[in-house]
């Protein structure tokens, strides 16, 4: 059996909670298998040389860790830079909000190409590469230029957007003809295999073949949908430890005359933070039966910070939850519960089973594990319900939400209405039917069909 090498920016030790949907999942994918874990180690060297990454390697478990350093200038333009104030403001169809400059891309094919050179003398032959998200995209193409010849396949874990968005970004041709040095492209929902299939047509004159294979540039890969999912049970041991429970009882005490709506996120522009607390205002607006009564918890866990966007969203929400707590609030009741704090992952199960409705409204998400985190969660006989925006990857599985268009607040005011009111039977078939999803395509599926997928991808090395 080949050894799994999973590559990806962010590690985390597989056998401690990590906040962030790619940590969780690919710890929970790595304590299956056992494997190799490559990434940055988290530690930027202030006055290091720019290029030379000092590497670590660390035993967890059945999973060997190894890391390496950024220099203050690469982490600055490959990860605050090219990665988070380009591709994922594009990638997130947020062009207003992305950042062309120049010296980005120096440091990002700086990195990728150091991670190549770090990477290829812990390789063995018949090991299988996996390659995590849009800060690595041009890393098979850097590692087949020093002579790998291991099966690599990459996996996207934010939505691949449409042709035209794509196109905006001015290295679109390099990055997406760096995506065929891969033998296998996983994404996460059916519309992201559509956008890629468009882009090789139009835009590269490539081919859409048979079997989501798709050839362009000389290269033939395989393209196709795997959607992420959760460890369930991982999730229900955690909702059984002490922690989850005490959540729970004290949620449940607290909220005992109220009903509890709830959003866990990183506070992220494309989690529709600010459009919620709109809709939840004019729940309360125009249905003045739940003041005093409906309460909005807001987890928004802090996250890059560095980068400008992230400072502006943090003024805008904090700026609409006093407004609101200002207008509505009562000397024995507050409507908005705002914390920007990360909350342990082991408090998440609690805090999700004493919530009436989740709220998971982004404006555009590549999946968005915590939607399926809020189904796991649910006592099967009084579930809450899941309110979920059309544009998280997560809506293609999850139909038996309530789906929302986030950016139309009187419609999502509408919908928070109906799931407050919404009867126990129909909560229960609602919930029974996502469950069943939510079990049949979880993190171990996930990992399975890709990997199954990538043995059997042509190889054309
Ligand atoms: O590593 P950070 O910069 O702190 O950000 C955390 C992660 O955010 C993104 O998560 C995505 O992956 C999830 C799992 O597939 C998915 O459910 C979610 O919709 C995505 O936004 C990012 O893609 C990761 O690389 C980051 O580690
Ligand atoms: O304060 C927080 C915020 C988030 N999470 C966890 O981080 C993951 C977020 O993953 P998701 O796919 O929803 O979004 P991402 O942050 O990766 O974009 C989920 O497992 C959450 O339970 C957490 O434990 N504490």
């Not at 994918?29 to 006055?47: A, K, P």
């Not at 005490?246 to 449940?252: K, S």
Request: neutral net charge; charged residues 25%.
């Amino acid at each position: 059996m080949s050894r799994l090498v999973v590559i990806s920016n962010r590690v985390a030790d597989p056998r401690k909670a990590a906040a962030g949907g790619l940590a969780v999942a690919l710890g929970e994918s790595l304590q299956q298998t056992g494997g190799l874990w490559f990434g940055w180690s988290g530690t930027i060297v202030e006055d290091g040389p720019t290029g030379e990454g000092e590497l670590h390697k660390q035993q967890a478990g059945k999973v060997t860790l190894a890391t390496l350093d950024l220099s203050r200038e690469d982490h600055d333009s490959y990860y605050l830079g090219y990665s988070n104030k380009v591709l994922w403001p594009v990638f997130h169809g947020r062009l207003d909000l992305a950042n062309f400059e120049s010296n980005y891309i120096g440091g990002y094919r700086r990195v990728n190409q150091l991670f190549a050179r770090k990477l290829l003398p812990l390789l063995k032959d018949d090991d299988i590469l996996w390659v995590h998200d849009y800060h690595l995209i041009p890393l098979a193409a850097e590692l087949r230029a020093m002579g790998c010849r291991q099966r690599i396949g990459f996996f996207l874990h934010i939505p691949l957007p449409p042709q035209i968005t794509i196109a905006a970004i001015p290295q679109h041709e390099w990055l997406m003809r760096s995506l065929f040095a891969y033998d296998l492209v996983g994404l996460q929902a059916e519309q992201d295999v559509e956008h890629f299939r468009r882009y090789v047509i139009n835009e590269a004159q490539g081919q859409a073949l048979d079997g989501d294979h798709f050839r362009a540039w000389g290269q033939t890969l395989r393209a196709s949908a795997f959607p992420i999912g959760i460890d369930v049970d991982e999730f229900n041991a955690l909702a059984a430890a002490k922690e989850s429970r005490d959540m729970f009882e004290t949620m449940r005490r607290e909220y005992s005359q109220r009903r509890l709506l709830l959003g866990i996120d990183r506070l992220d522009y494309s989690k529709g933070i600010p459009q919620r607390v709109q809709a939840f205002r004019e729940l309360l607006a125009n249905y003045p039966e739940n003041r005093r009564s409906a309460t909005l918890i807001q987890i928004a866990s802090p996250t890059r910070e560095d980068v400008d966007a992230y400072g502006d969203i943090r003024r805008e929400l904090e700026s609409l939850c006093g407004a609101i707590n200002g207008d509505y609030g009562e000397l024995d009741w507050m409507p908005v519960r705002y914390i920007h704090r990360v909350v342990a992952r082991k408090r998440v199960p609690g805090l999700c089973r004493a919530a009436a409705v989740g709220l998971v409204t982004p404006l555009r998400d590549g999946m968005n594990l915590v939607a399926k985190e809020y189904i796991a969660a649910q006592d099967p006989d009084d579930p809450g319900v899941l309110v979920l925006s059309r544009f998280a990857g997560a809506a293609e599985q999850l139909k038996e939400a309530l789906l929302v268009n986030p950016y139309d607040t009187h419609g999502t005011a509408e919908t928070l209405q109906q799931a407050l009111q919404m009867p126990l039977a129909e909560r229960r078939v609602r919930h029974q039917r996502l469950l069943e999803r939510v079990r049949e395509q979880d993190v171990h599926w996930w990992r399975r069909s890709f990997l199954e997928a990538l043995r059997e991808a042509p190889a054309e090395r």
